[in-house]
């Protein structure tokens, strides 16, 4: 990796750490700027993965102050384990050449995600769960979805943050700081499954693990305070504009 290379690693794994924390979708930041440095599209998937897990981590640390234990966490974690084991075995068994045919239209699909608005989702919630003063029981469906978005987010992860929280909300409903460490604990969860499986078995650019895995901490801990502090929909925002650019660039190169 040049110099340029590895500014440009810290940088994005930075901003990406911060923004997984503060308003997710920080992978289409990072995985754009690991393919700008020349790597393949699947190394600079698993190698954003690897990369990315400090920030996951720090962020689900620096949010944990607002989870709420009693809404069915066990039973989410499970769901989103066993959606990331299958997710990180599609990824590891899929042709090389199919996944870099697909992935610009991932980090589209992605953006178009992340663009939906929040109160569309929220119409999915049963009125007496929103307004129940203790956790009720979960429609198998929510299972269902968490467990899509593990798979979803150990073959791709663009927006999974993103994902995980309208599903939370659509479904739970609630304080939105719960449910934004719950979404942070079930993406580091989905993120440690994926990263087993890569370590021994997927092509990683350990050089911009290295330099990047430090500074997606940094970030994903300063994401966390900052949450609560900055506006969400500017950044989301300024995150669906960059992934537009960067998934149409990967179109037409």
Request: proline share 5%; glycine share 14%.
């Amino acid at each position: 990796m040049s110099g340029g290379d590895v500014a440009l690693v810290v940088v994005a794994m930075f901003v990406s750490g911060f923004l997984n924390a503060a308003a997710g979708g920080g992978s289409l930041v990072s995985f754009p700027a690991l393919v700008a440095t020349g790597m393949p599209s699947l190394t600079a998937n698993v190698t954003n993965t690897l990369a990315l897990w400090p920030g996951y981590l720090g962020g689900a640390a620096s949010l944990s102050g607002n989870l709420e234990r009693g809404v069915h966490l066990r039973q989410l974690c499970l769901a989103a384990a066993v959606g990331a084991v299958a997710g990180s075995v599609g990824l590891l068994v899929v042709d090389p050449d199919l996944f870099d045919a697909v992935v610009p239209y991932l980090v589209l699909m992605a953006a178009g995600l992340l663009a939906v608005p929040s109160h569309w989702v929220t119409r999915l919630r049963p009125p007496e769960t929103a307004e129940a003063d203790g956790p009720r029981p979960l429609r198998p469906l929510t299972y269902v979805v968490v467990g899509l978005g593990g798979a979803y987010g150990a073959y791709f992860g663009g927006a999974l943050g993103v994902i995980l929280l309208a599903v939370l909300n659509a479904f739970i409903g609630g304080d939105i700081k719960s449910l934004n460490a719950t979404k942070s604990v079930l993406s580091l969860l989905t993120n440690t499954v994926a990263l087993v499986a890569f370590v021994g078995f997927a092509p990683v650019a350990w050089e911009a693990v290295a330099v990047g895995a430090p500074a997606s901490l940094a970030g994903g801990l300063v994401g966390g305070w900052g949450s609560t502090r900055l506006n969400a929909v500017w950044l989301r925002r300024g995150i669906i504009a960059y992934a537009l650019v960067a998934g149409l660039v990967m179109l037409v190169t």
